[in-house]
Nanobody, 116 residues
Framework: QVQVVESGGGSVQPGGSLRLDCAAS????????MSWHRQGTGKERELVAA????????NYADSVKGRFTIFGDKNKNAMWLQMNDLKPEDTAVYYC?????????WGQGTQVTVST
């Protein structure tokens, strides 16, 4: 059974940093794509960053380029998002998604709050 578990998040002041971790279990080999999405209050869910399992390809939303960096560890089927220079508009619930053999698996979500 494939599962995705997130950790990290929390509250920070503007300009601060946080790290979000995501680990997948139950995989049986092969390639996948892991990504972070976020949903602010009253907003639609949006893609923040994505990485392929080989780690060669990454993709970022324009709003986070230069501030967020996504990393992957193929051996552990894990990835993490380093978020720097956080802004109030980054406040949202962040979700990890695993796309694996045509299926999409989501984590439970973790809250990130950026405020003074």
């Amino acid at each position: 059974q494939v599962q995705v578990v997130e950790s990290g998040g929390g509250s920070v002041q503007p300009g601060g940093s946080l790290r979000l971790d995501c680990a997948a279990s139950g995989l049986t080999g092969g390639s996948y794509v892991m990504s972070w999405h976020r949903q602010g209050t009253g907003k639609e869910r949006e893609l923040v960053a994505a990485i392929t399992s080989a780690g060669h390809n990454t993709n970022y939303a324009d709003s986070v380029k230069g501030r967020f960096t996504i990393f992957g560890d193929k051996n552990k089927n894990a990835m993490w998002l380093q978020m720097n220079d956080l802004k109030p508009e980054d406040t949202a619930v962040y979700y990890c998604e695993l796309r694996y053999y045509g299926h999409s698996y989501w984590g439970q979500g973790t809250q990130v709050t950026v405020s003074t």
